[in-house]
């Protein structure tokens, strides 16, 4: 496929590397933004360990087109290397002020025609947008962990994107192989208003007694969920869920975006889910 943009993205967590990893199996060259050279590093490494797996199980691209996918991506910690990026998204640690930051940047050293996205789990675009001189070419791209296998992305506007960044938006994830969903903004869009609040509340309810396991089963075998909640959160980072709900609580001020005991716990003691081998569950 021939490349149709300059993609960048800021920051090389989990969903930064799988972002990257989706434009550059869709053929676009791939600025990747991170100042800490250990975060590129382990997200170089996942994204070979993820094309390796698909290439195994026959659902990703052929094995000698591995190096030609991984060529694509460049590496950097210096933000001044997406000058001349087309389509930047960002997806940085979930820190209102970080992000104010980052777009404030990005805005006086972009082109005007470049579109910016934010992958925020919670914040208002409208907000982030606010730090630009661009609302119009602002919007927010939701991606769902893990972006390579995950078919639909929340498509954030806000009342001043203009119809064709969105329009630019949509065919970027078409390219990408992804179905964009477009809805309006707020705290925590539709994903997140309502996941976090069923999170929330399955974590609490682990401290009555009940365990991990039955709740999740709760959901997997009487609603039919793929994934019950706190499996979901172990996916997530339980540490992106502890700053999430701390977004929806200050945005909201609705008391039920509080973070449980339990969950406060294992974060604190580093069990953070499916990255760290332990959180609601254990990933030997």
């Known amino acids: 496929m021939t490349a149709q943009h300059r993609v960048g993205v800021v920051g090389a967590g989990t969903m930064g ?3 990257a990893q989706c434009a550059a199996e869709a053929g676009m060259p791939v600025t990747v933004i991170d100042p800490d050279p250990a975060a590129a590093e382990r997200a170089r490494r996942s994204i070979r360990a993820t094309l390796r797996s698909s290439v195994l199980l026959g659902r990703g691209p052929r094995s000698g087109e591995l190096t030609e996918i991984t060529d694509r991506i460049r590496w ?12 930047i998204i960002e997806s ?11 777009f404030a ?8 025609s470049a579109v910016f996205a934010s992958g925020t789990s919670a914040i208002p ?10 609302p119009e070419r602002m919007l927010g791209l939701h991606f769902m962990n893990p972006a390579p296998l995950t078919e639909a992305v929340e498509v954030i506007t806000t009342a001043d994107t203009a119809p064709d960044t969105l329009t630019t938006a949509l065919d970027f994830l078409a390219a990408l192989g992804k179905r964009g969903i477009v809805v309006g903004d707020g705290p925590g869009f539709v994903i997140n208003r309502v996941l976090m609040l069923a999170i929330a509340e399955a974590a609490a309810i682990t401290e ?3 365990d991990a396991a039955a709740v999740d089963a709760l959901f997997e075998g009487c609603l039919g969920h793929r994934m019950g909640p706190l499996a979901t959160a172990d996916l997530i980072g339980l540490d992106n869920v502890a700053d999430t709900l701390a977004v929806l609580r200050d945005a909201t001020g609705d008391s039920r975006y509080r973070t449980p005991d339990s969950l406060a716990g294992l974060v604190r003691d580093g069990h953070l889910g499916r990255k760290s081998g332990r959180g609601f569950h254990a990933y030997p």
């Open 125 to 134: 675009i409208a907000d982030l947008a606010a730090q630009t001189g661009r």
């Open 76 to 87: 950097s910690e210096r933000i001044e290397d997406l000058r001349d990026a087309t389509f």
């Open 92 to 102: 940085v640690t979930e820190r209102v002020e970080l992000k104010y930051a980052v």
């Open 208 to 210: 009555s007694g009940t």
């Open 17 to 19: 590397a799988g972002i």
């Open 105 to 112: 940047e990005l805005d006086w050293m972009c082109p005007p």
